[in-house]
T-cell receptor, first 115, second 109 residues
Framework: TAGITQAPTSQILAAGRSMTLRCTQD?????MYWYRQDLGLGLRLIHYSNTAGTTGKGEVPDGYSVSRANTDDFPLTLASAVPSQTSVYFCASSELKRGGAAEQFFGPGTRLTVL | GQNIDQPTEMTATEGAIVQINCTYQ??????LFWYQQHAGEAPTFLSY??LDGLEEKGRFSSFLSRSKGYSYLLLKELQMKDSASYLC??????????WGAGTKLIIKP
């Protein structure tokens, strides 16, 4: 089982360009998440989706957009990249249940550098 | 505001025991998680606490005190492969995870 895949693994992007980070899971999880991880900071939630067709804003949504057309895919788009968006981006998924652990499973990450 | 505090870095010796502390102040509490993250890799789930007390899972144990806003992760019989960052995260009233910055654990032979 692949779990969660992300593409690309890494990317160098010119400021002002747009880019879509891809994320696909095969665990049939309802909930999916996009985080960014920066040195010295905890993972910060960008956007999330509790089920196909719905999305929500996290802690740092500005400059990013997402869509959830189906259960498996959750792409993250940067419309016009800026250097402060240089980061490692992780996609995650989990079962959606209020009780119990419902731990999040993470993809391998995309390392993005905006110059 | 919401805040998760953990030490930035700790060093321990192979075969020893180490305790990594986490204190939190969040809007609501629906469980506390510990994840392990090796350098350059994704976080992986270690443990979950929602009630006060100790949860044991092999060489790893996690403790929670909700009244004190405090948790710790205890690693026994340390092995070199335990060198990693350990992330504490609290699920808040919106059922979203709030993450600490992580504790980098260095194991020396």
């Amino acid at each position: 089982t692949a779990g969660i895949t992300q593409a690309p693994t890494s990317q160098i992007l010119a400021a002002g360009r747009s880019m879509t980070l891809r994320c696909t899971q095969d665990m049939r999880h309802n909930a999916m998440y996009w985080y960014r991880q920066d040195l010295g900071l905890g993972l910060r939630l960008i956007h999330y989706s509790n089920t196909a067709g719905t999305t929500g804003k996290g802690e740092v949504p500005d400059g990013y957009s997402v869509s959830r057309a189906n259960t498996d895919d959750f792409p993250l788009t940067l419309a016009s990249a800026v250097p402060s968006q240089t980061s490692v981006y992780f996609c995650a998924s989990s079962e959606l249940k209020r009780g119990g652990a419902a731990e999040q499973f993470f993809g391998p990450g995309t390392r993005l550098t905006v110059l | 505001g919401q805040n998760i505090d953990q030490p930035t870095e700790m060093t321990a010796t192979e075969g020893a025991i180490v305790q990594i502390n986490c204190t939190y102040q969040t809007s609501g509490f629906n469980g506390l998680f510990w994840y392990q993250q090796h350098a350059g890799e994704a976080p992986t789930f270690l443990s979950y606490n929602v009630l006060d007390g100790l949860e044991e899972k092999g060489r790893f144990s996690s403790f929670l005190s909700r009244s004190k806003g405090y948790s710790y992760l205890l690693l026994k019989e340390l092995q070199m492969k335990d060198s990693a960052s350990y992330l504490c995260a609290v699920r808040d009233s919106n059922y979203q995870l709030i993450w600490g910055a992580g504790t980098k654990l260095i194991i020396k032979p």
